[in-house]
């Protein structure tokens, strides 16, 4: 039983990291001062030479060996884990970027400030009305 292992596709690696940094392909060939279907021919490369891939490296803000060494798995338990720990080791509150409250429940408040307001201005000019009304009856 051989046990060949897949060759690493350098280009699906550039892509899934730019998918990841919210960038076009578009958007890297300007960084690259190329055109998209260059961009294109490069991630669908099972290879590309160290001086396009430094280059490529530079645009997307990582260094060639995250590149290399990018796996889906690694980038997974980083944004999992990302929570738990900080730089010095301890323990992060994991609910530290949700919300305390509930969004729905915040805005049914404003809603009925706003309609609590509408309604006293609404009774302020029926009591300028009235008061314009007695006026003129008066006259």
Do not use: W
Request: aromatic residues 6%; negative net charge.
């Amino acid at each position: 039983m051989s046990t060949l292992t897949k060759p690493i596709h350098i280009g699906r690696k550039i892509s899934r990291i730019r998918e990841l940094r919210d960038m076009k392909q578009e958007a890297l060939a300007q960084a690259l001062g190329t055109n998209q279907q260059a961009i294109s021919a490069i991630e669908n490369s099972e290879t590309i030479d160290d001086e396009k891939l430094a280059e490529v490296a530079k645009a997307l803000g990582v260094t060639v060996e995250a590149i290399k060494n990018f796996s889906d798995e690694a980038a997974i338990n980083y944004f999992n884990n990302i929570y738990d720990n900080d730089i010095s080791g301890s323990i992060v509150n994991a609910n530290a970027n949700q919300c305390s409250f509930n969004p729905l429940d915040k805005m049914m408040e404003v809603v009925d400030e706003n309609k609590k307001l509408y309604e006293r201005l609404l009774q302020a000019e029926k009591d300028k009305i009235e008061y314009l009304e007695k006026l003129l009856q008066q006259k």
